[in-house]
């Protein structure tokens, strides 16, 4: 779920399609119409239900349940995401940046910011090397944001990848990390 109770979003769709036709209706996914709560009615979330069901209060004052496919978070700036996927994270003094490198390792290449994914390294891809009693534990690098434009950095596309930062990753790779350098990055 990427929404959390006492976030400001603002209903942005109907995620309704008739069995049928696939149109809306002029209805949302919950019972309700769109007649009734428009496009574009902000609100904030008292309640997650489910994976389906969201409880907002909206600024009139109603109760509306609503499909997250059919919200979007009201303050997109980059530190409001940055404090909904490091909730621990209350006010930011520097740039993100250094607050995301605090927790896990960060690279810059060329332009790129990345820092450290799960899985395996693909042809290709930038890996992070981290040298263990067992041997060398290869990761594949995920780019996290573009440098060049600090204040809009393309968190979105690696969501997950940035939620990991805050939890399993720093308990696992910070012990043993020595830092490579940009040098010593590369394909593999
Ligand atoms: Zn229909």
């Known amino acids: 779920m990427k929404f959390r109770e006492g976030e400001e979003v603002v209903i942005v769709r109907s995620a309704y399609k008739c069995g049928t036709c696939g149109k809306d209706h002029g209805r949302y996914y919950h019972k309700g119409e769109i007649e009734k709560v428009g496009l574009r009615s902000h609100g904030q979330i008292i309640r997650v239900d489910s994976e389906e069901k969201i409880l907002l209060r909206l600024k009139d004052g109603r109760e509306w349940l609503v499909h997250p496919d059919e919200l979007d978070i009201l303050d997109k700036t980059q530190l409001a995401k940055l404090r909904r996927l490091l ?59 573009d440098l060049n434009s600090l204040d809009a950095l393309t968190i979105d596309r690696a969501d997950s990848e940035m939620a990991k930062i805050g939890e399993a990753y720093v308990k696992e790779a910070q012990k043993e990390v020595k830092l490579p350098i940009a040098a010593e990055l590369r394909g593999f």
């Open 87 to 145: 909730p621990g994270i209350e006010s930011l003094p520097r740039h993100p940046v250094f607050e995301i490198a605090e927790q896990a390792p960060v690279f810059i290449v060329g332009e790129k910011v990345y820092s450290v994914g799960t899985g395996k390294v693909s042809k290709g891809e930038y890996l992070f090397e981290q040298k263990k009693r067992t041997g060398v534990v290869r990761k594949p690098l995920t780019e996290v944001g």
